[in-house]
């Protein structure tokens, strides 16, 4: 008997053992469900809020650098409170540094602070409002969903123009068209000229609770200081990151008159370091996924292989006999193995059909996605579990002497 013919009497043998005895077959499953249920929702949370997370941060440029006072990498408080009393950035200091830069494309400072906007009766309050110039375009990563960004004589000139983030304008018109529209913020007027695409919340935060106005204007009206929150450096396509990165480097620290061997007291952060972030915390959820789920996993297994060894006492007889008449000990082997192998991979089956309605549901909450990859995970490792918790009874029935088998009543 070659290895298909085993295989395919195996599958045989086991479908009509399980069938012979449902109850049970789907009793011994239950703790296979639940782990497959909690790995397919664990895995399906994960993947959807890694790409979730990695459509929210598209607006940090892979090509963009951010000079800024503080670090993105993860600090202690005291080493935090250190790079707050670090020397301002300031408007003079991006005057001096974009005509050193050969491999920037665009330079664009950036300052924020937080007011109420209103238009007539409604009004919007906590609204991020950033000031910049015209090359914010390029280096912010925003789209126009209507109307247009400001010229560089707005710009220049702090006109009274702003664009609204696709919330902002949605509170403030309700489905109508802001653009030409006088809008208040903190009782200045002025006018929409473009409403940004929805961009999605970043850090808690909501990237589409923003109005964007020249940099003058907020300067003059919101904020009377030239300092700034950060500098953005659009780096020119076709020329390394790193090296943009150490020519912007090293032309900053002329700028800030900082001595050979003298620490920085500034920042260049890049979206690769918000993504190490990000890998690091799902990584550590995975692992915490994980360790519950194998726990899950662990309790069905045992109750695999508590049944498994059930059926290889209650069919003693029936071993005895296939040996009697030219059984192989790997046929026998095989028949159970295939057997627990089955049950796990219909309990894994049954684990995605409850699975899937749920992860429709936590996708009200949660930007969940079964793919195919989460399925035929959840499925393989039902299959795995099944054949490592079938390996001792199936390798005891193996063993058995067929004379001794036949004796069993």
């Known amino acids: 008997m070659n290895a298909l013919s085993e295989?395919?009497?195996?599958?045989?043998?086991?479908?009509?053992?399980?069938?012979?005895?449902?109850?049970?077959?789907?009793?011994?499953?239950?703790?296979?469900?639940?782990?497959?249920?909690?790995?397919?929702?664990?895995g399906t949370a994960i993947e959807g809020l890694h790409l979730s997370f990695l459509r929210t941060i598209s607006f940090i440029g892979a090509d963009v650098l951010y000079v800024q006072l503080q670090d993105w990498a993860p600090h202690s408080r005291l080493e935090w409170q250190k790079m707050q009393r670090r020397r301002p950035l300031t408007l003079d200091q991006v005057g001096r540094l974009q005509p050193e830069l050969s491999a920037a494309q665009a330079v664009a400072p950036v300052m924020t602070v937080r007011e109420t906007l209103s238009y007539g009766k409604q009004s919007a309050s906590g609204v991020s409002i950033v000031g910049t110039t015209e090359e914010f375009l390029f280096t912010g990563g925003v789209s126009l969903a209507r109307g247009r960004f400001f010229s560089s004589a707005e710009a220049a000139g702090g006109r009274p123009v702003c664009l609204l983030g696709s919330l902002v304008a949605t509170n403030l018109f309700h489905g109508e068209s802001p653009l030409g529209r006088k809008i208040k913020i903190n009782q200045q007027p002025l006018e929409v000229i473009g409403v940004l695409e929805q961009q999605g919340t970043f850090l808690s935060s909501s990237m589409d609770n923003q109005a964007i106005i020249p940099l003058p204007q907020l300067i003059a009206s919101y904020r009377n200081s030239h300092n700034l929150d950060q500098i953005q450096v659009k780096v020119k396509p076709g020329i390394d990151l790193e090296d943009a990165k150490d020519e912007l480097h090293s032309t900053f620290r002329k700028i800030r008159h900082l001595a050979p061997g003298q620490p920085d007291d500034f920042a260049i952060n890049q979206q690769d370091q918000v993504l190490q972030l990000v890998q690091k915390v799902t990584g550590t959820i995975a692992a915490i996924g994980l360790f519950i789920t194998g726990l899950s996993l662990f309790v069905g297994g045992i109750g695999i292989m508590n049944i498994m060894f059930v059926s290889v006492a209650e069919r003693t007889r029936e071993i005895g006999v296939r040996k009697a008449i030219g059984a192989k000990q790997r046929t026998i082997?095989?028949?159970?193995?295939?057997?627990?192998?089955?049950l796990c991979?219909?309990?894994?089956?049954?684990?995605?059909?409850?699975?899937?309605?749920?992860?429709?549901?936590?996708?009200?909450?949660?930007?969940?996605?079964?793919?195919?990859?989460?399925?035929?995970?959840?499925?393989?490792?039902?299959?795995?579990?099944?054949?490592i918790s079938g390996i001792f009874p199936a390798w005891r029935a193996a063993r058995m002497d067929p004379v001794e088998a036949l004796r069993n009543e």
């Open 333 to 342: 082997l095989l028949q159970f193995l295939i057997e627990a192998a089955t």
């Open 345 to 387: 991979f219909l309990g894994g089956m049954i684990g995605l059909g409850i699975a899937w309605p749920l992860t429709l549901l936590m996708q009200r909450v949660l930007p969940a996605s079964m793919s195919l990859d989460v399925a035929g995970i959840a499925l393989l490792v039902s299959l795995l579990t099944g054949v």
């Open 7 to 42: 295989l395919r009497e195996g599958l045989g043998i086991s479908w009509s053992a399980i069938c012979s005895n449902k109850l049970r077959s789907v009793l011994t499953t239950l703790g296979i469900i639940i782990g497959i249920v909690t790995v397919t929702l664990m």
